[in-house]
């Protein structure tokens, strides 16, 4: 199975702030990365497909980035609506890993 | 609109089977796998394995093949994770998701667009 690897697990971040998350993966998968955002005590919802490509919906806010073995989730100016967990998941092959999450709250 | 719909929570003893359900509505059900991922208490998610209801090819992930049954009923456009035997340490949330693909020139990007609201299975004494 391909292992993926988040990083940091968790953070705090003033409003306002340019927030990063990092994903690695343990082999190549091109860009077949996903950004999932769960809100607590919700179901998990799409933020990026392709490791770069917007969910239709989605705010502009929110980009990701990466190739090959590492990507980044990009939060702009974090807002409150974005404290959630966010998760990475590679469709490179199955089973389709998940990182363990990154956890974002407002300090 | 696009919608998957889950069963009800569960209550349930260790040796017990189980039979949860994700409905979907608002698109072609048999054209678009579904997957199934778990959410234990406080933890991550997990891909658990995908079906597709077209034709029934399933795949499992190594970690829950054997552990679980994944099926599908086309004619009522839902699938099924099942259980012959709950074990203590299978209380979670279980999410089914429909997988979505992107095409262009280097492959299927495949993605869950969708995903229902959660079925809490709770396993104890």
């Known amino acids: 199975d391909i292992q993926m690897t988040q990083s940091p697990s968790s953070l705090s971040a003033s409003l306002g702030d340019r927030v990063t998350i990092t994903c690695r993966a343990s082999q190549t998968i091109g860009d077949f990365l996903i950004w999932y955002q769960q809100k607590p005590g919700k179901a998990p919802n799409l933020l990026i497909y392709a490791a770069s490509s917007l969910q239709s919906g989605v705010p502009s806010r929110f980009s990701g980035s990466g190739s090959g073995t590492d990507f980044t989730l990009t939060i702009s100016s974090l807002q409150p609506e974005d404290i959630a967990t966010y998760y990475c998941?590679?469709?490179?092959?199955?089973?389709?890993?998940f990182g363990q999450g990154t956890k974002v709250e407002i300090k | 609109e696009v919608q998957l719909v889950q069963s009800g929570a569960e209550v349930k003893k260790p040796g017990e089977s189980l039979k949860i359900s994700c409905k979907g509505s608002g698109y072609t059900f048999t054209n678009f796998w579904i997957g199934w991922v778990r959410q234990m208490p406080g933890k991550g998610l997990e891909w658990m394995g995908i079906?597709?209801?077209?034709?029934?090819?399933?795949r499992y992930s190594p970690s829950f093949q054997g552990q679980v049954t994944i099926s599908a009923d086309k004619s009522i456009n839902t699938a099924y994770l099942q259980w012959s035997s709950l074990e203590a340490s299978d209380t979670a949330m279980y999410y089914c998701a429909r997988q979505m693909y992107y095409y262009d020139s280097r492959g299927y990007y495949w993605y869950f667009d969708v995903w229902g609201r959660g079925t809490l299975v709770a396993v104890s004494s």
């Open positions: 998941q590679q469709t490179f092959n199955t089973p389709r890993t």
């Open positions: 079906i597709y209801p077209g034709d029934s090819d399933t």
